[in-house]
């Protein structure tokens, strides 16, 4: 452990789908249960993944462009209300934080650095699925896209995460697997640690963020050496 690490905890902000937990295959059904109920037929899993990560509403609209289809604005709340009541009582069915995990966040807290959650999921349903997976207990916050009115890449997410969180946006880190987290890193000036295992169409290392890593494992070294520079805001 470097004296940089020992002198200064740091906040750990992570994204959630596609990053701390493997929630594709939940979505996906809830997704395919509206498209059933439209007459539509099921996106398959596989080209699907690449679909999640700005929330519940665009997850449906990319579902039916899939199909080339448009419904109104009504229809679009309608299908999106009855995604989130389905989604909710089904929400950690097959849903599993991603291998590795649990061993990493046992390392940040042993160092002492603060663990968070800064998602576009709203905060009742990422709350419900940490809880379900016995993770919520792990992070001093868990923010989501209805917690402070606005989404990732807006950069006030990230620090209002990290100030419910208690830490201090100038010794933070993110982590995530998508546009969205590198996007709102790169806003609040802080370092990124990108995910290859998560859910995104655009390659994450096209995005290059500080860091990549392909396995959780690999998540402590990644952040270790990041602390181990200034961090990127300086007033």
Not at 45 to 74: C, F
Request: overall charge negative.
């Amino acid at each position: 452990m470097t004296s940089f690490e020992k002198t200064c905890p740091h906040t750990i902000v992570f994204d959630l789908d596609g990053t701390l937990v493997d929630t594709a295959p939940d979505l996906i059904t809830a997704l395919n249960y509206v498209l059933d109920r439209e007459g539509l037929p099921p996106v398959p899993m596989a080209s699907a993944r690449n679909m999640i990560g700005a929330g519940a509403r665009k997850l449906i609209e990319r579902g039916l462009e899939a199909e080339d289809r448009t419904v109104t604005p009504a229809d679009m709340d309608r299908m999106t209300a009855d995604f989130i009541a389905y989604y909710a009582d089904h929400i950690a069915v097959e849903s599993r934080p991603f291998e590795g995990l649990e061993a990493a966040l046992d390392h940040f807290a042993a160092q002492g650095h603060r663990l968070a959650v800064c998602t576009n999921k709203l905060e009742w349903l990422s709350k419900r699925l940490l809880d379900q997976l016995d993770l919520s207990r792990r992070f001093a916050a868990i923010c989501g896209a209805d917690t402070f009115g606005v989404q990732k890449p807006d950069p006030t997410i990230f620090r209002e995460t990290v100030a419910r969180a208690g830490g201090d946006v100038k010794a933070s880190i993110m982590v995530g697997d998508a546009g969205t987290d590198v996007g709102v890193a790169r806003r609040a000036g802080v370092p990124v640690i990108g995910v290859s295992f998560g859910y995104t169409d655009v390659p994450i290392a096209e995005l290059k963020p500080d860091r990549l890593i392909h396995h959780m494992r690999d998540l402590p070294a990644a952040a270790s050496s990041l602390m181990t520079v200034s961090p990127l805001i300086t007033n």
